[in-house]
């Protein structure tokens, strides 16, 4: 189960104040390219799953993610995630053609074919992303910058097993600094399968 809290900047500027404020604790900024699949009868999607291969910094690297059973409640996501590295290669040519998905030897793609019967796979497009990693008060947070198709959204996630103490101090630090921001109230698959920013 993973729990992250995530809170919406409203704008570019928010998001640049964010970036300085954190300035001195950045670790690391990933260039993030975001595809995802279902089954060709939507076999993930009516179960509430979600398949998708994260591309970092180009061809860096290949995550494929299973996500089911996704929650987010004032700010707080809990999700059912199975994640498994993926040879960049290899990746590349499951986007470029979908169908080698199933004879690729990878424990998520098969939990895709034998828990969610999944027989053909479909390409569901994608976004970018760009995530800014700091190391900031013990917590490690991310700020991101999710580029659609029909615009922009900021966020700020935080991965951890005491989400609403965390909140607190993410809050805490965003009102101290005039900075706005409202709970996240739906992951970024669902506003990329909306085609619109949220409200």
């Not at 995530?6 to 993030?32: C, F, I």
């Not at 860096?60 to 994640?83: F, I, M, N, Y």
């Not at 290669?89 to 895709?112: F, H, I, K, N």
């Not at 630090?173 to 709970?183: A, H, P, T, V, W």
Request: glycine content about 10%.
């Amino acid at each position: 189960m993973e729990v992250e809290v995530k809170l919406r900047l409203p704008d570019a500027g928010a998001h640049r104040r964010v970036a300085a404020l954190l300035s001195p604790h950045r670790l690391r900024t990933d260039r993030q390219e975001n595809l995802f699949f279902d089954g060709a009868g939507g076999e993930l999607s009516s179960r509430r799953a979600v398949l998708r291969l994260r591309f970092y910094n180009g061809d860096a690297r290949c995550v494929a993610s299973l996500k089911a059973r996704a929650v987010l409640v004032d700010g707080v996501s809990r999700v059912e995630e199975d994640e498994e590295e993926l040879d960049p290669a290899e990746g590349r040519e499951c986007v470029a053609d979908p169908g080698r998905m199933g004879s690729v030897g990878s424990r998520v793609l098969r939990r895709c074919r034998e828990e969610f019967g999944v027989g053909e796979f479909v390409g569901l497009g994608g976004f970018g992303n760009v995530r800014d990693v700091y190391e900031w008060k013990g917590l490690t947070l991310e700020v991101d910058e999710t580029k659609y198709e029909f615009g922009t959204c900021y966020e700020i996630e935080c991965e951890s097993s005491d989400p609403e103490a965390v909140k607190k101090v993410i809050e805490e630090f965003l009102k101290d600094n005039g900075i706005e921001y409202k709970y996240s109230e739906v992951s970024k698959f669902a506003t990329f399968r909306s085609g619109k920013l949220p409200e």
